[in-house]
T-cell receptor, first 113, second 113 residues
Framework: DTEVTQTPKHLVMGMTNKKSLKCEQH?????MYWYKQKAKKPPELMFV???????INESVPSRFSPECPNSSLLNLHLHALQPEDSALYLC????????????FGQGTRLTVV | DAKTTQPNSMESNEEEPVHLPCNHS???????IHWYRQLPSQGPEYVIH???SNVNNRMASLAIAEDRKSSTLILHRATLRDAAVYYC??????????????FGTGTKLQVIP
């Protein structure tokens, strides 16, 4: 199983809502990532978890709150988002170390209204 | 982070070979060179990676310059399904065992029937 599964595929939320994005992998990877991708732009790294601990936060606003409850799951909790946060949110996982590839999910298309 | 530079776009005729260049003049000795591609409306997909020697797999070949300051992804026979944005990425191994996967602007490959 070489899949990274993201749910939901699409999400529309209001600026006062609280929602969560979910990412799951069963490849035994101990590094997991959240990326944000705006239209026609490359993915931008948001967070990196390594061995279930937050390793990197790329100065992401606190309205985005990541969580890694176990080695297979990664969540991104959303609260009080702005319309400019509308984007494709991608999850990825990899073995720790640069020698191996990262696997990406298909993303969650988020629209903030 | 070491940066990569790629042409914004390239065109290829179907069933012709394609050479996608990438410059990474500030690469460090332990950076692995990874290539990913992103098809429309999908998450990025791993293509190939290498450290110093040229690499081949079923999807493509990777040619790495002797000084490692540039590399070329080679698609031996482009098909319409190869139309995508191709990203050249340096895997930056940070102390502690975790790492970033940071995307550059990528090359949009158009395949002409």
């Amino acid at each position: 199983d070489t899949e990274v599964t993201q749910t939901p595929k699409h999400l529309v939320m209001g600026m006062t809502n609280k929602k969560s994005l979910k990412c799951e992998q069963h490849m035994g990877h101990r590094a997991m990532y959240w990326y944000k991708q705006k239209a026609k732009k490359p993915p931008e790294l948001m967070f990196v978890y390594s061995y279930e601990k937050l390793s990197i936060n790329e100065s992401v606003p606190s309205r985005f709150s990541p969580e890694c409850p176990n080695s297979s799951l990664l969540n991104l909790h959303l609260h009080a988002l702005q319309p400019e946060d509308s984007a494709l949110y991608l999850c990825a996982s990899s073995q720790v170390g640069g020698r191996t590839e990262a696997f990406f999910g298909q993303g969650t298309r988020l629209t903030v209204v | 982070d070491a940066k990569t530079t790629q042409p914004n776009s390239m065109e290829s005729n179907e069933e012709e070979p394609v050479h996608l260049p990438c410059n990474h003049s500030t690469i460090s000795g332990t950076d692995y060179i990874h290539w990913y591609r992103q098809l429309p409306s999908q998450g990025p997909e791993y293509v190939i990676h290498g450290l110093t020697s040229n690499v081949n797999n079923r999807m493509a070949s990777l040619a790495i310059a002797e000084d490692r300051k540039s590399s070329t992804l080679i698609l031996h026979r482009a098909t319409l399904r190869d139309a995508a944005v191709y990203y050249c990425i340096l895997r930056d191994l940070i102390s502690g065992g975790y790492q970033k996967v940071t995307f550059g602007t990528g090359t949009k490959l158009q395949v002409i029937p």
